[in-house]
């Protein structure tokens, strides 16, 4: 029986004016505190919203070995990065 890795929503409230991306490193760093962990794998992928269909998600996922172990996690950043997207600039 295959198990499907939980989903992790992430908020605009949580995230607040910070890079999405540094904020995911913060909550990883806090998720394996005081444990030895690799980020193995990363990735960002639009997919599709099972809930309405015609519509997509962006997830972004990780492999994380720690203790040898490989966890894998994923956060919908969807309405996260469309935010920071928009105050994000080149200088």
């Known amino acids: 029986m295959s198990q499907t890795p939980p989903l992790f929503y992430v908020a605009p409230e949580q995230v607040g004016q910070q890079d999405v991306n540094y904020f995911l490193q ?3 760093a806090k998720q394996f505190d ?9 990735q960002t992928q639009d997919r599709l919203d099972p809930r309405k269909p015609g519509t ?10 720690a203790g040898g172990v490989t966890h ?12 920071n997207l928009k105050t994000a600039g080149w200088a």
């Open 26 to 28: 913060q909550a990883l």
């Open 34 to 42: 005081g444990q030895n962990y690799c980020i193995v794998a990363e």
């Open 72 to 83: 894998n996690l994923h956060f919908d950043i969807t309405d996260v990065s469309s935010v």
């Open 56 to 65: 997509t998600r962006k997830i972004k996922s990780y492999a994380i070995e």
